[in-house]
């Protein structure tokens, strides 16, 4: 994942500037303007979400995007080369995220900790969310969610407490029924015009079926 | 659903011709004028759905499909008012496919007969049937799909081999996870860019966990 290693340089990058910062207070300057950068584009990312939420991507300009976060045109352009440049870095955060927190939870947990995240994150933008989903399956390319669905199946599979319903279906099928359970709870709130107040909504039905994918063991 | 008024009414009006046919071969001549014109309706609708599975629906114009269905522009127009008027057909067409087959399968086998179906359905024109689910879901209005849910959702309620599973999930939680293990399967196989020739390859997984569902009573 060449995504994490963008993000491990620039975390480096930032490091390499606090240091010098706390070395020599009169090489504050550049780390005081590339804290503004990032902040710009951070301002951008935000405004074009909420924009792309709340219109649908296609019908979302540059223009409308700059205006938004209160930058110029050339300002937007020194940040992101277009839109569908906006785009693959809002799907690469978000995927960045989710495999973060997966590390963080271990073992049985592992799919919990992705599952748990995947949800509160597609909850403030849960439009955007499907937008990019549909179009990253669309688009016929390489998309983020095939990374996912690689990792919940080596997982299932390492994981001892699937095993019993491993005999059942194959580490494919349960990581098709475990993605495929998240998608089912969101595309339900939303032909059914429910909002997407309170993530514990659809995460507590996610975690009892991951449990209840686990716990065969105990029934049997 | 004014939708299955519709087929009824065409369905009396077919019948109602075939008798004239029966009755005075000389009335003959409309009814062939109508089939024609049925055929007509068919071709058109068959050349969308395949030049939509190819291109993307944003990408077809009603030229192309006009030329694919060897008509008129006009031709066009006297059938279909707009893409949107073609699309909405496309969407009644599977949706009532799907409600008869849950009809003809009872009691236990009405919710294995509408997921067999809308499986079956979805094979010939994956990409598309996708594209119409999210544009569905993202126009914020009534979705074909909510229909499918309180189906499915009254089934599990009324159907005593749920009455087990029931005691874990609600109605609504096991519809949404029987429409997303349905939709996870359909994700997986394109985001792992799979062909989608055999029906089967998911409509066994899905029977399988409809099944895994239903059978919770002998485990415990």
Avoid: W
Avoid at 55 to 75: F, K, L, P, W, Y
Avoid at 130 to 140: P, Q, T
């Amino acid at each position: 994942m060449s995504d994490k290693k963008d993000k491990k340089e620039k975390e480096l990058k930032e490091r390499e500037h606090k240091e010098k910062d706390q070395k020599n207070p009169a090489e504050a300057e550049p780390s005081r303007r590339s804290r503004k950068k990032q902040n710009t584009h951070k301002a951008i990312l935000h405004q074009a979400k909420v924009l792309f939420e709340k219109e649908g991507i296609g019908n979302v300009t540059i223009e409308q995007i700059s205006e938004s976060a209160d930058v110029s045109r050339s300002t937007f352009f020194s940040h992101f080369a277009s839109v569908d440049d906006l785009l693959k870095e809002i799907s690469n955060e978000e995927i960045n995220d989710v495999f973060d927190a997966a590390e963080k939870g271990d073992g049985k947990l592992t799919v919990s900790a992705l599952l748990k995240q995947l949800n509160d994150d597609t909850y403030p933008y849960p439009y955007l969310s499907c937008e990019v989903l549909m179009r990253g399956i669309l688009s016929k390319g390489e998309s983020n969610f095939a990374q996912v669905d690689r990792f919940l199946r080596k997982e299932i599979v390492t994981d001892k407490s699937y095993a019993n319903t491993l005999e059942e279906f194959s580490s494919k099928e349960l990581s098709a029924l475990i993605l495929g359970a998240f998608f089912g709870l969101i595309f339900q709130k939303m032909i059914n015009d429910e909002s997407f107040t309170n993530p514990d909504e659809t995460s507590v039905t996610i975690q009892k079926f991951i449990k209840y994918l686990q716990n065969q063991e105990e029934l049997s």
